[in-house]
């Protein structure tokens, strides 16, 4: 057995999504001091799109159902719980006809954050363009409407998906 083999699964899946949760954080402080909010924003933007669009990889890879928006909703919490670990505590529920409302209970990028002490609005950036991408990604037909966040200090993160243009 190799020393990689060593590391049970769920251990590496922990820690790895715990890195990746890092990540919004250690650009900030890394880049914060070089770089004008503006610009630092417009480049977190474009490297959390980037890891937004692997959700509809994940998703087709596991042939998820991405036809209505239950079926997005379901696929884009699913891809994120995988890529940020089981930190990441969600329930999907339909609200009016055409919309699901996803609500997070548990975010890892809030969590890191907090350890941190960063303030959780820093994360915000990274989560909204990653959950922009994830979901139009998923479904171009869809677009997410934020109603609460927990960043914000809100006790939940709740975000409708639905027909995008509403």
């Given at each position: ?14 820690l ?32 959390w ?8 990889v ?58 941190q ?6 994360a ?10 994830a ?5 171009p ?9 927990i ?16």
């Amino acid at each position: 057995m190799d020393a990689f083999e060593r590391i049970p699964v769920d251990v590496r899946w922990k820690l790895a999504a715990r890195e990746v949760s890092m990540l919004p954080l250690a650009y900030r402080r890394a880049i914060r001091d070089g770089a004008d909010d503006q610009l630092y924003n417009e480049v977190e933007r474009a490297v959390w799109q980037e890891q937004g669009r692997e959700a509809g990889v994940v998703a087709r890879a596991f042939r998820m159902p991405l036809g209505n928006a239950r079926e997005v909703t379901e696929a884009f919490a699913a891809a994120t719980r995988l890529l940020f670990g089981p930190e990441y505590r969600y329930e999907v529920n339909d609200s009016v006809p055409g919309e699901a409302v996803l609500t997070v209970s548990g975010c890892a990028m809030n969590a890191r954050a907090k350890e941190q002490g960063e303030n959780p609005l820093a994360a915000c950036n990274a989560c909204h363009a990653y959950t922009n991408a994830a979901i139009s990604g998923l479904n171009p037909n869809y677009a997410p409407k934020y109603l609460s966040a927990i960043c914000a200090g809100d006790k939940t993160c709740s975000i409708a998906v639905r027909p995008a243009g509403q």
